[in-house]
């Protein structure tokens, strides 16, 4: 007899509560084998593929494409034995030891849902059909399931969790409304003509109007994160303009050396590197405020963070141990890593743990900002545009290629001297590459 196994969408980050399913790749009926990739979600982090931790054939997905759902909720049903033999009658059944995922592991253990006192406790057909004959292994724990929201007369609302979530967040009352969906169901359509009635109307031209987006998933987690650095962490911001003659000259000359054939060669590159190099005389710039320890913590390595926008927000993944890198090395990183940000395919492991950031908002045309502070870190560099500018070289005013600098660094941990220092010193090694030599 068939064999019917639920798989709760599992924690893939540290401390996530959440995700967005976004593309299913299997379908009921299809046959799936242990780490096949069945769903793509959305965390607050990145899109992270999922793999299968069972062999079978899927007899039910729980939950459609673009629902957001807690750690923990079951999200697609397995059927893994459809043609094995029945169960025993009586007597247990000995749940089975999951296969491992790749990239994370599980356990098997039992669900359980409370019931509502004085009802009947609701149970999908699915559930029903297994029920009836085999067990069901749910894989990790998950979270008991509160009871569904009833009125004071007893009556509940039938309507789909995105749905009731989306009454919570207008104020709806769900209790109030008609559900126009099969059975009575409230659907999505339902809350928001209730809400229609509440705004006045306007009058627009043809085609003119007003897009409403969730916030969730990476543009949530950004936000909160941002929230958190700006209130927690107080910021200096600190500005130098420089003359990036020689190194844009160097920088045409190493691109058509056999050494560097087929790197992408850009301005980044050499901040980066300049980053790294003064990061050995500022420590500081380096390190990490530790409020629950009571202590500051450097940090004898270099994770640069590398601000990238990609259609689903702003990643910060980070370079590993960029200051150990060459040029070359460190530009195939940075090329790398640009790709991977932009495709989508960033993982939460690669934007955890970073000691400084870059951020370049020049490759927009624009000359400096005052960048916020990445969580956890204590500085920040935004390398503006270079452009061609007058600049006075042995008291002639001359066409130079200019560039500005902003410095924000968080002053619980970095004095304004040791911020100008650092400053100062990535500018010198951009304004002419041969103080390299010198570090």
């Not at 673009?66 to 029945?86: H, K, L, Q, R, Y």
């Not at 009586?90 to 509502?116: C, D, F, H, Q, W």
């Not at 039938?158 to 207008?170: G, I, Q, T």
């Not at 054939?261 to 980044?268: H, I, N, W």
Request: aromatic fraction near 4%; charged fraction near 20%; glycine fraction near 8%.
């Amino acid at each position: 007899m068939p064999q019917f196994k639920h798989f709760p969408l599992p924690d893939v980050g540290e401390g996530l509560v959440e995700a967005e399913i976004l593309t299913w790749h299997v379908k009921p009926g299809d046959t799936v084998t242990v780490n096949q990739i069945i769903v793509e979600i959305e965390t607050a982090k990145a899109a992270v593929e999922l793999p299968c931790p069972f062999a079978g054939v899927v007899s039910e997905l729980l939950v459609e494409a673009g629902t957001t759902v807690d750690v923990g909720t079951p999200i697609i049903v397995i059927d893994t034995d459809p043609n094995g033999e029945a169960a025993p009658v009586n007597g247990s059944v000995e749940p089975e030891r999951v296969p491992n995922l790749v990239g994370y592991g599980v356990k098997a253990v039992t669900a359980k849902r409370r019931v509502r006192v004085g009802a009947p406790a609701a149970v999908p057909a699915s559930a029903a059909v297994s029920a009836a004959v085999a067990p069901v292994t749910v894989v990790p724990t998950p979270p008991v399931i509160a009871p569904e929201p009833e009125t004071a007369g007893g009556y509940v609302p039938l309507a789909k969790p995105p749905v009731r979530k989306l009454a919570k967040d207008l104020g709806i009352d769900l209790a109030a409304l008609a559900g126009s969906g099969p059975g009575g169901v409230i659907t999505r359509e339902d809350v928001e003509q209730a809400v229609a009635p509440a705004a006045a109307p306007v009058a627009l031209a043809a085609g003119r109007g007003e897009r409403r987006v969730p916030i969730k998933g990476v543009r949530k987690a950004t936000a909160q994160a941002m929230v958190d650095s700006a209130f927690k962490a107080p910021h200096v911001t600190e500005f130098l303009t420089i003359d990036v003659t020689p190194m844009m000259e160097l920088r045409a000359k190493l691109k058509d050396s056999p050494e560097f054939r087929g790197v992408k060669l850009t301005p980044l590159v050499f901040a980066a590197k300049a980053m790294c190099l003064a990061a050995r005389r500022t420590p500081d710039v380096n390190a990490t405020w530790d409020e629950a320890a009571n202590e500051i913590v450097y940090k004898d390595y270099v994770h640069l963070g590398v601000a990238a926008a990609t259609p689903r927000g702003l990643v910060v993944p980070k370079v590993r141990d960029a200051d150990q890198l060459s040029l070359r090395g460190l530009a195939e990183a940075l090329e790398q890593l640009t790709v991977t940000a932009r495709d989508g395919k960033t993982t939460p492991a690669d934007m955890m743990n970073g000691t400084i950031t870059i951020t370049n908002v020049g490759v927009f045309g624009v000359d400096t900002g005052t960048p916020i502070i990445n969580p956890g870190e204590s500085a920040i560099l935004a390398f503006g545009a270079i452009r061609d500018m007058p600049w006075v070289v042995n008291g002639q005013v001359v066409p130079r290629k200019v560039c500005q600098l902003a410095l924000s660094f968080d002053h619980r941990v970095v004095d304004g001297q040791q911020g100008s220092q650092y400053l100062a010193d990535v500018g010198a090694l951009l304004a002419d590459p041969s103080v390299a030599i010198t570090y």
